[in-house]
């Protein structure tokens, strides 16, 4: 047997099925070759220009001269590669100053640098939870949050999205457990909302249970320093840690942790996720560096832009009768239902000129396709005028 005619079983031949389906009926949305990345405009492979709705670079640093400098200086002092994992030679003094700058930010005594924010989740919810633990997850939390959860052995109970009366029976349920650890995302990737935290955090208080929020779509946008939903909340210094990633709003790559020291040293010696993987390559660490300074320096009117370019956004295509459910920030989900025509109106936006992220299941729930598009600080009105017409044309299509 090889793998060219193995039998995958019904879950994964499905998904060859319908990648197959798609490409034979020209409604293949993914994998776009980009040849040019221009900020919000985009050349792909095939010469076409896009403009970009897809990304995650929410306050446009990701050709800012800072943090571009950032990482030229970073290869040129350091080279493009570390020597080892973080505790045998991969830490660098600019990871170092990384994991300080980033504590300082989210203001949190420490901070444990992670290859990415997918890992960052995995080796904190490794680390905090073991079987005699329950792991209380909100059901529309990314992908890499339930996956630390199973992988923890902990008893994972999922709670409906945003429902405090659902997540306070699943702590009762989780009475018996030797730790209850709450995890959500502070703004959904799936939805756009924020999690109702200043609730969350009462629970977490009566039913003594840890909270660990992902700030990864809000951190660097949101609240009055960027410091994330929790910090817009007011409930940051009763958040045990916070996760998130330097790949959206610090344009770079890599994810952190930030919580107290003890929890953070324990992390960093034990985590498999953290010890596994070679320490971050140079240029990486450099560019998130200065955009981690240029997010304290410029964020506020960053900030306020991506704000209101994600506004003007939400109100034209809910005039126009979009259905952008509860999407309250710059991640603007455009519900469609079936995956199939989540794909075709993927790839006709495509073919008109606009990126957007589609998303399927199991990113969302069965029959919950959706479009994201990410509003940043460095679209222009014109972009999102034309924008929202592309996708009110594309949906009436
Ligand atoms: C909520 C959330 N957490 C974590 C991650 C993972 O971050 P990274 O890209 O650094 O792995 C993502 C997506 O990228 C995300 O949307």
């Known amino acids: 047997m090889t793998t060219t005619d193995m039998d995958f079983g019904p879950a994964l031949n499905g998904v060859l099925d319908t990648v197959d389906r798609w490409q034979e009926q020209g409604h293949y949305p993914l994998f776009p070759v980009i040849s040019e990345p221009l900020g919000t405009r985009a050349r792909l492979a095939d010469g076409r220009m896009v403009t970009v709705f897809g ?48 504590a300082e930010f989210f203001g949190k005594p420490a901070t444990a640098l992670f290859p990415t924010g997918m890992q960052a989740n995995i080796g904190v919810l490794t680390t905090l939870a073991g079987p005699a633990d329950a792991v209380l997850s909100d059901q529309l ?19 409906r999205h945003n429902d405090l009366d659902d997540l306070a029976v699943k702590l009762t349920e989780a009475a018996d457990a030797r730790r209850r650890i709450i995890v959500v995302d502070g703004l959904f990737s799936a939805d756009g909302d924020f999690a109702p935290l200043a609730g969350i955090a009462d629970l977490a208080d009566r039913h003594k249970a840890l909270l660990i929020v992902d700030e990864a779509h809000a951190g660097g ?29 610090f344009a770079s790559t890599g994810g952190f942790a930030c919580g107290s020291h003890r929890a953070m040293r324990l992390v960093r010696h034990s985590a498999g996720a953290y010890l596994l993987s070679l320490g971050l390559a140079p240029a990486t660490v450099g560019a998130s560096l200065a955009a981690v300074h240029v997010a304290t320096a410029e964020g506020a009117s960053l900030r306020a832009r991506t704000a209101a370019n994600a506004k003007a956004l939400r109100e034209r295509l809910q005039e126009a009768g979009v259905n952008i459910g509860a999407s309250a920030a710059h991640v603007v989900l455009v519900h469609i239902g079936r995956i199939d025509d989540a794909a075709r109106i993927a790839t006709r936006l495509l073919e008109n000129g606009l990126l957007v992220n589609p998303l399927f299941p199991p990113a969302v729930p ?24 592309a996708l009110v044309s594309a949906l009436a299509s």
Do not use: W
Not at 149 to 154: E, T, W
Not at 221 to 249: C, I, N, Q
Not at 368 to 386: K, M
């Open 55 to 102: 990304s995650c670079d929410y306050l446009g640093l990701s050709r800012h001269p800072a943090v571009v400098g950032g990482a030229v200086e970073a290869i040129e002092r350091f080279g493009t590669h570390c020597y080892g994992t973080q505790p045998v030679g991969g830490y660098t003094e600019l990871h170092q100053s990384l994991e300080h700058s980033l």
């Open 141 to 159: 939390n990314h992908g890499s949050i339930t996956m630390g959860g199973r992988l923890s052995g902990a008893r994972l109970l999922t709670f």
């Open 221 to 249: 946008t949101v609240g009055p320093r960027g410091r994330g939903v929790a910090e817009l909340l007011g409930v940051l210094d009763r958040v045990d840690v916070v996760t998130g990633t330097m790949s959206k709003a």
């Open 366 to 389: 069965i029959g919950g396709a959706r479009l994201r598009i990410g509003v940043t600080s460095a679209h222009s009105e014109a972009e999102i005028a034309a924008a929202a017409d």
